[in-house]
């Protein structure tokens, strides 16, 4: 785990769990492993059976309630995070995810307590600052979230992620050239986020730079081989070098972790159209349409909804 060779530690962990399945620390690992890999849904399982069986594992406690919020699984992160109240009412993460949890849950009385208290302790801190720009990110509210951001700048330049938000909220004003400043800028501070480089060759291949595109991409994978967006993005690339093969792994790749994805489909007919494999691009072409009527069914409040990235809140409880 320490040199981050995850299937080898999974392996040896699986047979540790074989002959000692009563330990709870070992089940433990495993869903640290998960979660180290950004494998949130992998990793309730075990962090589920911890919490049962160690009920006082703090530890087991916050990581499955992290999982669970990644994975849009509000109440039932909202009921695992509640009763580490007494140990965490002092984080201002874990009051935020609380209380975005209770919002998305309908717990109001939660949430007004959790965010409540993060006002009463945040005061004018950096922390404080980047998660309610983020909050005002998520919320669309764009001159706000810049405002809250950069005053937590202000305060401590090289606080991570800060930088990382001011660009993903330039995105969303259409400003590339802010937004790639914000992000090299994340970059210098914490080198080994994959998010950066997922971002970095989206406005890349967005500005049809091919090869600064798929670098950027190939380092996102290196660091988080589980980003869908990142594999999604590199086959594009290599479709419009006509490497098609290529291109077929990576979508092959990213319909593992994204499989609902009508534009991996879409896509992915399209490549296997090329290769002259022109039954499975039909299946691929139909299950593309099924899942974009699906999409326009949806309220555009839905559509709306998508969560942005979230490195910010993914640091491991101690």
Not at 236 to 247: C, D, G, I, T, W
Request: a negative charge; glycine letters at 4%; hydrophobic letters at 40%.
């Amino acid at each position: 785990m320490r040199r981050k060779q995850w299937n080898a530690a999974l392996e040896m962990l699986h047979q540790a769990e074989h002959l000692a399945p009563q330990l709870a620390g070992i089940r433990l690992n495993i869903g640290l492993v998960y979660y180290r890999q950004n494998d949130f849904q992998a990793a309730i399982a075990p962090l589920t059976s911890v919490v049962r069986d160690a009920p006082e594992s703090a530890q087991a406690r916050y990581l499955l309630g992290l999982c669970n919020f990644f994975t849009e699984h509000y109440k039932e992160s909202a009921n695992v995070l509640g009763p580490l109240w007494t140990q965490q009412s002092s984080n201002l993460s874990y009051l935020y995810v609380l209380g975005i949890a209770a919002n998305k849950a309908g717990l109001s009385s939660l949430e007004d307590r959790a965010l409540g208290r993060l006002v009463e302790i945040g005061q004018d801190t950096a922390e404080f600052h980047l998660l309610m720009g983020k909050a005002l990110l998520n919320r669309q509210e764009y001159d706000g979230a810049i405002q809250q951001l950069k005053r937590s700048a202000e305060i401590d330049p090289k606080l991570p992620f800060v930088h990382f938000n001011l660009g993903l909220t330039y995105v969303e004003q259409n400003d590339m050239e802010n937004a790639k400043a914000e992000f090299l800028r994340d970059v210098a501070i914490e080198p080994d986020l994959a998010d950066n480089y997922t971002e970095l060759g989206l406005l890349a291949y967005q500005q049809q730079q091919d090869l600064e595109a798929e670098t950027n991409f190939r380092k996102a994978l290196k660091l988080n081989p589980r980003d869908p967006n990142a594999h999604f993005y590199l086959a594009k690339v290599f479709q419009h070098r006509s490497k098609f093969a290529e291109a077929l792994q990576e979508l092959d790749d990213a319909m593992k972790l994204a499989p609902q994805s009508q534009s991996v489909h879409y896509v992915r007919g399209q490549v296997l159209q090329r290769l002259g494999r022109a039954s499975e691009a039909k299946a691929e072409m139909a299950i593309a349409s099924r899942l974009s009527n699906e999409a326009i069914n949806k309220s555009v409040k839905e559509r709306e909804q998508m969560p942005l990235p979230n490195p910010e809140l993914r640091s491991e409880p101690q």
